[in-house]
């Protein structure tokens, strides 16, 4: 996927202006940048939440419009919001069918199907530490529910997964997980969008790390190629590289 | 923690589950189960006749209306709101289902369709209620407070001086009143238990084919054994007084019926999200505000089709018609029964539990001959336990999760 020239105000706040993004299949491209940087704006607008007021996106190479989210689980985008938007009363199944439920024509639900199909899914991302799948959500703990969120976003033969700050309410051992996980997306094929404030985190999953600053994109960075200060400086000091619609990404500052 | 999802099936059979569930706060139906019993155990030793076959038909025509209110509200409880109109809503419904049955020619419809009328009114006016709370965002307790003020000067209009509606129409008036044959009770315990274990047979085997651990086997077959027991029991009791009466049948119907919306369709596993998280609903792509109109349409419904029940067992609908205790007993009913008020937790069962909680008490303290302050003095007790326990048990709830 690829943005191209992005921009988007609200009334006389640009939130971004011009901004270049690509994530490619099997890659984790993290999206960093400080608060108001831009960071959920730019999410928001893949996602089909807000649409862009100019620039073009790129998906698989054709040009697409994504006027909602509707729009984007079509295209095989899937968001794991930072607050889950799991309901604590209902269990990993329902959850993770949650308004996709599988049912015949009756309207009967399909329990036997769904719980295969989640215990398989769960399986396939090397998910262990859920008990059982016909728990209460309410009952897992913080990693167990971001694993349950980001399997119910592969679930759907998804191809770009947006991650928003998944490791920011967890401990040590509940971020590995997830970290984890997220090197198992990419492995899988997904592309992976990862936005997050922790850099240590940042720097053992990225591929590629995109910086924000004031809605204007800074640079993209190769992880092998670039050190933690680096970053540092182009999140708080960094400066906008295009000049007059000349690319010149991946530039150090 | 052990055991992996990806290692084959260890999955932690039913009494484990349920061990884990009543340490983690989710206590479910027992202490109403275990409140019952003592409660009987209680009028039975002050008075003989509060377990004769007689007594027992008469509890269970008088619950009736109460119960089928009480589930209708269920689901406006599981979404997280309140509907305050159910007890005036049931008078209109029996007042226009009286209103139908007037052999004066103009108005007069068969018996069965001023009933299907009368619930359609309730249905009807609940979706209209329900509407302002799901698509202004009016709070529920305001809209339906309204409608309890605004329904019951409809009663008192629609009854004016007259001041009592007379019902002689025999399909309306045995709703409450009709007592089946003895063998039609026999029947009807055969078919409810012989559905029953099909059903849990159905949904083993199911699982078998999926290739998924069929749960717990023996559980199950006690359950079909406990259901066939109890059914030909009552029945057993019934025909010894009038026979299983058609209002008990009523009650056995909708609580399958609504059990199975709630829990087996798509429909029902949205009411859950909505009240569980309707924020996360609304991102999973449901249509929240249909689900709330829906609900309160239910309600409606239901209330239409208890109010029809209540007018039946007085023959006549009067200016009391859906006042009094009505809407304070079916809403702690659904409560008492395990329901909980802050949405998303509760079961259609907990209408039936808690209305049988209610009216064993009513009865009971009638028969002894207690006054009915006492009434009204325990059932409150009772109503701030059961509160308290659920307010408890989400406290655990919330604390399990770490």
């Known amino acids: 996927m690829e943005l191209r020239g992005i921009s988007k105000s609200f009334g006389s706040v640009e939130a971004l202006t011009d901004v270049d993004f690509s994530v490619a299949p099997g890659e984790v491209m993290a999206l960093v940048g400080d608060n108001g940087a831009g960071k959920s704006t730019l999410i928001k607008c893949i996602a089909g939440i807000h649409a862009a007021d100019s620039g073009e996106i790129l998906f698989e190479g054709r040009e697409v419009t994504i006027h909602g989210p509707k729009d984007a689980a079509r295209l095989g985008i899937e968001v794991v919001y930072q607050d889950l938007a799991l309901c604590d009363n209902l269990d990993v199944v329902q959850n993770m069918y949650l308004g996709r439920e599988e049912h015949d024509l009756l309207q009967r639900l399909r329990e036997p199907v769904m719980e295969q199909r989640t215990r398989e899914t769960l399986a396939g991302l090397s998910v262990t530490t859920i008990r059982s799948v016909r728990q209460q959500v309410a009952g897992l703990s913080g990693g167990q529910r971001q694993s349950v969120a980001v399997a119910r976003a592969v679930m759907w033969n998804s191809r770009l997964v947006l991650l928003d700050e998944p490791t920011a309410a967890l401990g040590v051992a509940q971020t590995r997980q997830v970290l984890e996980l997220v090197k198992r997306l990419a492995e899988k094929g997904l592309g992976v969008v990862l936005i997050s404030h922790n850099l240590h985190d940042v720097f053992e999953v990225a591929d590629r790390i995109t910086v924000l600053r004031l809605g204007r994109d800074i640079g993209v960075y190769e992880r092998a190629q670039t050190t933690q200060q680096e970053i540092v400086h182009a999140i708080t000091a960094g400066v906008p590289t295009k000049v007059a619609g000349v690319a010149e990404n991946g530039a150090p500052v | ?402």
């Open chain 2, 1 to 402: 923690m052990s055991a992996g999802v990806a290692e084959p099936t260890v999955e932690p059979n039913a009494f484990r589950r349920g061990l884990d569930n009543i340490r983690s706060g989710d206590v479910g139906s027992l202490p109403v189960i275990v409140g019952l019993i003592l409660i009987t155990i209680f009028f039975q030793s002050k008075n003989d006749n509060f377990l004769s076959a007689g007594n027992i038909n008469n509890l269970m025509v008088q619950m009736a209306g109460v119960t089928l209110i009480a589930m209708g509200v269920v689901f406006v409880l599981l979404i997280g709101e309140i509907d305050l109109s159910i007890g005036f809503l049931s008078g209109v419904a029996g007042v226009v289902a009286a209103k139908l049955q007037i052999p004066d020619g103009s108005w007069q419809a068969n018996g069965i369709v001023a009933i299907l009328i009368a619930i359609a009114v309730g249905a009807a006016i609940g979706a209209f209620q329900g509407s302002f709370v799901a698509l202004i965002g009016v709070p529920s307790f305001v809209v339906t407070l309204a409608g309890l003020l605004a329904w019951q000067g409809v009663v008192q209009k629609v009854i004016g001086v007259q001041g009592v509606i007379p019902i002689e129409d025999k399909w309306i008036n045995d709703t409450a009143n009709y007592f089946f044959s003895d063998r039609a009770g026999w029947i009807l315990a055969a078919a409810a238990s012989l559905f029953f274990a099909a059903t849990a047979l159905g949904k083993v085997l199911g699982r078998r084919r999926h290739g998924l651990e069929a749960g717990n086997l023996p559980l199950a077959l006690a359950k079909v054994i406990a259901f066939t027991g109890v059914a030909f029991f009552v029945v057993a009791v019934s025909n010894r007084d009038r026979g299983f009466p058609f209002a008990g049948f009523l009650i056995v119907v909708l609580l399958v019926f609504w059990t199975y919306v709630a829990t087996r369709t798509t429909f029902g596993r949205h009411v859950y999200a909505v009240g569980g998280n309707a924020e996360a609903a609304r991102r999973a792509g449901i249509n929240v505000a249909r689900i709330r109109i829906a609900v309160f349409a239910i309600s409606g419904g239901m209330a239409g089709l208890g109010g029809v029940i209540l007018a039946s067992r007085l023959a006549s609908v009067d200016l009391n018609a859906g006042g009094g205790t009505l809407l304070l007993d079916a809403i702690s009913a659904a409560v008492i029964g395990g329901t909980s008020l802050f949405g998303g937790r509760g079961r259609v069962v907990a209408a039936l539990l808690g209305a049988l909680v209610i009216a064993t008490i009513a009865n009971g303290i009638d028969l002894v001959g207690y006054s009915s302050a006492t009434k009204f003095i325990v059932t409150g007790a009772i109503l701030l336990a059961a509160v308290t326990l659920d307010t408890l048990s989400r406290r655990r709830l919330a604390k399990s999760g770490r």
